[in-house]
């Protein structure tokens, strides 16, 4: 009878941090989609895909698994940090943690 009781306690805490960490991870993932559409998507595409008139001008296309292949994450820094003509750097505009959810966003279109 006790084994039971703690196998059933058990299970409920691993239910327990299984859904907070999914809870979090799906935070983490809204807190990266907001903060794409206020300072990316209005020339990158809220889909990741590139305005097309941006996209006319040669953006890539960061849903792109040739795009996703050809970066790594340090590249992908860089561009946000430091800018890629014609769009300027956010370094020292947005904060260490909102350029790694960026690149976080920008990966993320390569899953869809």
Not at 1 to 22: D, E, Q, T, Y
């Amino acid at each position: 009878m006790r084994k039971s009781i703690w196998l059933s306690v058990l299970f409920c805490l691993a239910l327990g941090v299984a859904f907070l960490a999914n809870s979090v991870r799906g935070d983490d993932t809204n807190q990266c989609s907001a903060l794409f559409a206020s300072k990316c998507a209005m020339c990158h595409g809220k889909d990741g895909k590139g305005t097309a008139m941006w996209k006319s001008k040669g953006m890539v296309d960061f849903t792109s698994a040739d795009y996703q292949k050809s970066v790594t994450d340090d590249q992908i820094k860089d561009a946000i940090e430091n800018g890629k003509k014609p769009m300027a750097g956010y370094k020292g505009k947005l904060s260490d943690d909102d350029i790694k959810a960026l690149v976080v966003q920008v990966r993320e279109f390569g899953h869809h």
